[in-house]
């Protein structure tokens, strides 16, 4: 562009003043074309690269949906923690899972839950409407804040509601000092 514009400005003055020379403009239509032709390569060579770019995005795109499938195989179970004066409890909505598929095990002062949730009806992608309730493996980890009374947990599942209780430990239990002065 700074070519045509140069010879273009170098133009103007002399058509104004005198009539341009023949060889003059020849110069600047050649000028031109070259312009043209060095226009019309980089803007091939843009739309391939923009082709490169595409498949590349495709292809990530590809990926990243492969490893968000494969980040969703199990799924993270929702819960609530809080605690009474004598236990921690747990507790989380397993709605559609069966007692038997819920796995419970305490590791040192660690509380993982794993269950799974089948779909019993097989509807085809296509015919959803909204698709938001998870299917499948699921599971949560948390690290117990006190120490808890192992063999005495309980697990009671009630109306799609998984409620687990965590009897604290004698030596967790706050016991206050009185202080006797002397």
């Known amino acids: ?29 050649e000028i031109s074309e070259e312009e043209e032709n060095e226009e019309y390569d980089a803007e091939e060579e843009e739309e391939i690269d923009e082709e490169e770019i595409d498949e590349e995005e495709i292809d990530e795109d590809e990926e990243e949906k492969e490893w968000l499938q494969n980040d969703f195989e199990e799924g993270q179970l929702s819960i609530d923690v809080y605690q009474t004066p004598d236990a921690i409890i747990v507790k989380s909505t397993i709605a559609g899972v069966k007692p038997e598929d819920i796995d419970i095990s305490i590791n040192n002062d660690m509380l993982t839950i794993r269950g799974r949730r089948e779909m019993y009806e097989k509807i085809k992608d296509e015919h959803y409407l909204y698709r938001e309730c998870y299917w499948g493996s699921f599971s949560r980890s948390i690290i117990l804040p006190l120490e808890i009374e192992a063999e005495k947990i309980e697990a009671v599942l009630e109306n799609g509601v998984l409620t687990v209780t965590l009897p604290k430990a004698k030596s967790a239990k706050e016991i206050s000092i009185k202080v006797l002065e002397k």
Do not use: P, Q, V, Y
């Open 1 to 29: 562009m700074r070519k045509i514009f140069k010879k273009l400005s170098g133009l103007s003055g002399k058509i104004t003043n005198k009539a341009a020379d023949n060889n003059e403009i020849d110069d600047f239509e």
